[in-house]
């Protein structure tokens, strides 16, 4: 079984300041992590996704999230948000890897963005 | 690009009726899958295909079934909707090359 927890489930920072959006995982298996953002009205979004190969793993809109795992972590940063950051964030992880048996969401970060 | 369909954005439905949320994909995707969206909770997985005519449960499937006849075309069926399936409902396909999900746009359900 695996889980998935996000830390704070609104997060606010300035336009311009660093945003980091933090989440753990539990796996029995050697975990594919995802990082998805939903807009208002819309559905999920993939941002970026980690499988195998280099930990560090760039998305779209200038975000990024690091693999760690002796952390059992996939924390989204971005180094300079914008106002068109503000939306839902989901981390979420496979179960027998790649997703064939579904996703595991976290409960989602609402990420505010303050002018 | 990959696109996901879902029938209604929005629907309304009385305690005790037959709802059916369809769902289509353009993208010849062998998994689907259905999941249910709650303020606070996340997504949670209720049903999922591997290909026509197989299904399998999720963390969530009591009072929904589903049917995929045709591979591009995944339905979920509530037999007697509640009042406690009021919610948003999102609909997936994978893309197995990539392992990536790709989401429709929901549909929000008010059971009343």
Redesign the interface.
């Given at each position: 079984a695996q889980s998935?927890t996000q830390l704070g489930?609104h997060v606010s920072v300035s336009e311009g300041a660093l945003v980091l959006l933090r989440c753990n995982y539990s796996s029995s298996v050697p975990p594919?992590l995802?990082w998805?953002v939903q807009y208002p009205?819309?559905?999920?979004?993939?941002l970026l996704?980690y499988?195998t190969g280099a930990t560090l793993v760039k998305g779209i809109n200038g975000f990024e999230a690091e693999f760690k795992k002796s952390e059992t972590s996939f924390h989204l940063t971005k180094p300079s948000a914008h106002m068109s950051d503000a939306a839902e964030y989901?981390c979420?992880v496979?179960g027998s890897?790649?997703?064939?048996?579904?996703?595991?969401?976290?409960?989602?970060t609402h990420l505010i963005i303050q002018p | 690009d990959v696109k996901v369909t879902q029938s209604s954005r929005y629907l309304v439905k009385r305690t005790g009726e037959k709802v059916f949320l369809e769902c289509v994909q353009d993208m010849d995707h062998e998994n689907m899958f259905w999941y249910r969206q709650d303020p606070g909770l996340g997504l949670r997985l209720i049903y999922f295909s591997y290909d026509v005519k197989m299904k399998e449960k999720g963390d969530i499937p009591e009072g929904y079934s589903v049917s995929r006849e045709k591979k591009e075309r995944f339905s979920l069926i509530l037999e007697s909707a509640s009042t406690n399936q009021t919610s948003m409902y999102l609909c997936a396909s994978r893309d197995w090359a990539t392992d990536t999900q790709y989401f429709g746009p929901g549909t929000r359900l008010t059971v009343l």
């Amino acid at each position: 079984a695996q889980s998935v927890t996000q830390l704070g489930s609104h997060v606010s920072v300035s336009e311009g300041a660093l945003v980091l959006l933090r989440c753990n995982y539990s796996s029995s298996v050697p975990p594919y992590l995802f990082w998805y953002v939903q807009y208002p009205n819309q559905g999920l979004q993939l941002l970026l996704k980690y499988t195998t190969g280099a930990t560090l793993v760039k998305g779209i809109n200038g975000f990024e999230a690091e693999f760690k795992k002796s952390e059992t972590s996939f924390h989204l940063t971005k180094p300079s948000a914008h106002m068109s950051d503000a939306a839902e964030y989901f981390c979420a992880v496979s179960g027998s890897g790649g997703g064939a048996d579904g996703l595991t969401f976290g409960k989602g970060t609402h990420l505010i963005i303050q002018p | 690009d990959v696109k996901v369909t879902q029938s209604s954005r929005y629907l309304v439905k009385r305690t005790g009726e037959k709802v059916f949320l369809e769902c289509v994909q353009d993208m010849d995707h062998e998994n689907m899958f259905w999941y249910r969206q709650d303020p606070g909770l996340g997504l949670r997985l209720i049903y999922f295909s591997y290909d026509v005519k197989m299904k399998e449960k999720g963390d969530i499937p009591e009072g929904y079934s589903v049917s995929r006849e045709k591979k591009e075309r995944f339905s979920l069926i509530l037999e007697s909707a509640s009042t406690n399936q009021t919610s948003m409902y999102l609909c997936a396909s994978r893309d197995w090359a990539t392992d990536t999900q790709y989401f429709g746009p929901g549909t929000r359900l008010t059971v009343l």
